[in-house]
């Protein structure tokens, strides 16, 4: 499933964190015993595999995947085929469950679940912290997007995708002006907001994001500490448009 996508920026000081901790409720019973990104996909695959794949190509070598629900079979998979990494030369990929750290929960939203890490992120010390969701199907260079995201010195940088409105509304909707800065975000809005001459489409959010490690400290503090979802799309992006340089990045298909 590797093939390398070519050098195009620097990969070395950024700590890739995989959410590898969902019920996958919508893919019963397939997740009956496992967890989304767990499940089989083409034989000997898994979904987990797509974004893992991903990570290798763009040389991203520093991985921890936070694990949660039924995750016994997910910890064997990564352990048993993704074997791959130099630990003499600082190249890991942990499998890290919640560790209770911070407070007794379990993660409480996805931004809690970073939150609950930030113990391990400090550990490594990275200039950029890149987010994604283990349980997605695509082939991605997030080289391109670290590049992007230094490029206009942004604190937080947000892949996205065109979508249709009806798949939009059960996604991030994002607005941006002409540089591509975000200037709105909606999670999950009743009438997504269409994209400026197409009517029928919306830029929706991916998932993925590459902040400044300063910057997801702070703003995981500060949510920790209010009453809210602890969630990304729902909490931390909206309130982030007002004080932070915040970009987004368009998914590019290195299929084609």
């Known amino acids: 499933m590797s093939q390398g996508f070519g050098a195009d920026a620097c990969m070395d000081n950024v700590l890739t964190l995989l959410l590898a901790g969902g019920a996958g409720d919508r893919l019963n019973p397939l ?28 040389r991203c070598r520093k991985i921890q995947v936070l694990i949660q629900y039924k995750s016994h079979s997910l910890v064997r998979h990564i352990r048993e085929g993704w074997d791959l990494m130099h630990q003499e030369l600082g190249e890991f990929i942990d499998i ?12 409480l939203g996805t931004a809690d679940a970073i939150y609950q890490n930030l113990y391990s992120i400090d550990q490594n010390a990275p200039r950029e912290v890149l987010i994604l969701a283990a349980d997605h199907i695509y082939k991605m260079n997030y080289q391109k997007m670290l ?110």
């Open 96 to 107: 890290i469950p919640p560790q209770q750290r911070i407070n007794d929960n379990w993660y």
């Open 147 to 256: 590049k992007h995201h230094r490029t206009v010195e942004a604190d937080l940088t947000i892949g996205a995708i065109e979508m249709p409105l009806d798949a939009a509304r059960s996604l991030g909707v994002l607005g941006i002006d002409n540089d591509d800065r975000v200037v709105n975000f909606e999670e999950k809005p009743d009438h997504p907001m269409a994209l400026p001459g197409n009517p029928e489409r919306a830029l929706c959010s991916m998932g993925i994001y590459v902040f400044n490690t300063d910057v997801l400290r702070q703003v995981l503090q500060e949510d920790a500490a209010s009453s809210s979802n602890h969630d990304f799309g729902k909490d931390i992006i909206p309130k982030m448009l007002e004080r932070y340089s915040v970009y987004c990045h368009s998914f590019v298909d290195e299929n084609n």
């Open 31 to 58: 997740t009956r015993n496992r967890a989304k990104p767990a499940v089989p996909f083409g034989g000997r695959y898994r979904i987990i595999d797509f974004t893992l794949s991903n990570c290798i190509n763009s």
